[in-house]
């Protein structure tokens, strides 16, 4: 199941990142923190993980619309910064659409584990 939060967990420490460099420990320290959550097996731990992946998707997109215009203004390149922003924005909304995943789902319990009943086929 590990390997399922693996995109959460990424997209969390990144976003950490960021919050370190301007906020000091508090911040990121209770974010890191708060991944102890996703072993809480509750339906709304996933949406808990949804609404922050979704926001932290936002403040990503506004951070990058400021610092490309803060380098363009100042004329210098802004491709490269262009390139690894939209990377980490695709990531970070990649984390939010793998909560959707069936096995996630099913784990904390948004889903019932039905049996695999083919149509036709008789109960034993």
């Known amino acids: 199941m590990l390997i399922r939060l693996f995109p ?3 997209s969390t420490l990144l976003f950490s990142a960021h919050l370190l460099r301007f906020y000091g420990y508090v911040y990121p320290a209770l974010l890191v923190a708060s991944l ?3 072993f809480i097996k509750k ?3 996933l ?3 949804r609404a922050f992946l979704l926001l932290a998707g936002i403040v990503w ?3 990058t619309v400021s610092l490309l215009l803060l380098r363009i203004d100042q004329h210098k390149p802004w491709q490269r910064l262009m390139l ?5 924005i695709l990531f970070n909304f990649l984390s939010l659409f793998s909560t959707k995943s069936k096995k996630l789902r ?3 319990g948004e889903l019932k584990n039905l049996p695999n009943k083919k ?3 008789k109960k034993l």
């Open 106 to 108: 099913l784990f904390y």
């Open 119 to 121: 149509p036709g086929q």
């Open 84 to 88: 690894i922003m939209a990377a980490l």
């Open 8 to 10: 959460i967990i990424f």
């Open 61 to 63: 997109i506004k951070i």
């Open 43 to 45: 339906k709304w731990v």
């Open 47 to 49: 949406q808990l993980w």
């Open 36 to 38: 102890l959550t996703l």
